[in-house]
């Protein structure tokens, strides 16, 4: 059973335009989410995340956009640049045990064409 | 400041051995997770410890198993392992347990069961 899902395994885009990545989920008990990106051999590197009280949460080129009643959220990536190409991961967690572990999806990997 | 640091590397083990990887967690963080990697996937949680106790765990067996020290570094023992096992493992390290907060990951450690 898989909470969160990411559709699209791969994405080109060329420098400068927009990435639009996205990411859906099942569980209507989460309540924040967040995106990782990973390069190879390393570990997840935390990007932004987004509490399910906002729609939108906005960082310098990335911006989280969450839309409650889809169970449906997107990073928009503007521009993309070479250093964005990288496999991103969007993850969910819900309040109640205590224990804030993460569902992740199974990633989209980006590519940004020179 | 340090980051979350993962050892070793790389494992190769053998099926029905057993395999102790370690994880140091980074500065101020009192909070750490663990998560496999199989390949193609997104990471699954595997447990979280808070405060040398743990603190909730996903859908693995028994033989998974961890500790925390008083200085927060942590240890996932796997028994008895098996093919499937092989992945990649990563710990990740947040400052507080059942807070909104994002969790910085290692580098992993790559496990290969023969």
């Known amino acids: 059973d898989q909470q969160v899902k990411q559709n699209s395994p791969s994405l080109s885009v060329q420098e400068g335009r927009i990435s639009i990545l996205n990411c859906d989920y099942t569980n209507s008990m989460f309540d924040y989410f967040l995106w990782y990106k990973k390069y190879p051999a390393e570990g997840p590197t935390f990007l932004i995340s987004i509490s399910s009280i906002k729609d939108k949460n906005e960082d310098g080129r990335f911006t989280v956009f969450l839309n409650k009643s889809a169970k449906h959220l997107s990073l928009h990536i503007v521009p993309s640049q070479p250093g964005d190409s990288a496999v991103y991961f969007c993850?969910?967690?819900?309040?109640?045990?205590?224990?804030?572990?993460?569902?992740f999806g199974t990633g989209t990997r980006l590519k940004v064409l020179a | 400041e340090t980051g979350v640091t993962q050892s070793p590397t790389h494992l190769i083990k053998t099926r029905g051995q057993q395999v102790t990887l370690r994880c140091s967690s980074q500065s101020g963080h009192n909070t750490v997770s663990w998560y496999q990697q199989a390949l193609g996937q997104g990471p699954q949680f595997i447990f979280q410890?808070?405060?040398?106790?743990?603190?909730g765990r996903g859908n693995f067996p028994p033989r998974f198993s961890g500790l925390q020290f008083p200085n927060y570094s942590s240890e996932l023992n796997v028994n008895a392992l098996e093919l499937d096992d092989s992945a990649l493992y990563l710990c990740?390290?947040?400052?507080?347990?059942?807070?909104?907060?994002?969790?910085?990951f290692g580098p992993g450690t790559r496990l290969t069961v023969l």
């Open positions: 993850a969910a967690s819900a309040p109640g045990s205590g224990t804030y572990k993460y569902i």
């Open positions: 990740a390290s947040s400052s507080t347990s059942g807070g909104l907060d994002e969790q910085f």
């Open positions: 410890y808070y405060r040398e106790e743990e603190n």
